[in-house]
């Protein structure tokens, strides 16, 4: 089963958006973005990581739910 980067959880973890945006030196309002799309790039996670050298990374990635879990459709 696939994995994939919790985003949402890892930047409430980490204090919110306005927190987060300051680490990755992005506007306010990227990191909600990240979440609508399900995608941050890895230079922004570079940038996360660099201000918080202490964060597990590998704690926020979680198994993806098969897709046609989520459309509550199957065949």
Do not use: C, H
Not at 5 to 19: E, F, P, T
Not at 37 to 47: A, G, P, Y
């Amino acid at each position: 089963m696939a994995k994939k980067l919790n985003i949402a959880r890892l930047i409430d973890d980490l204090g919110g958006a306005s927190v987060v945006a300051q680490m990755a030196k992005v506007v306010r309002t990227a990191p909600y973005g990240w979440v609508n799309r399900n995608f941050v790039s890895s230079i922004v996670l570079e940038k996360i990581l660099t201000e918080k050298p202490e964060l597990e990374i590998d704690n926020y990635f979680e198994e993806e739910e098969n897709e046609q879990d989520k459309t509550g459709s199957g065949t």
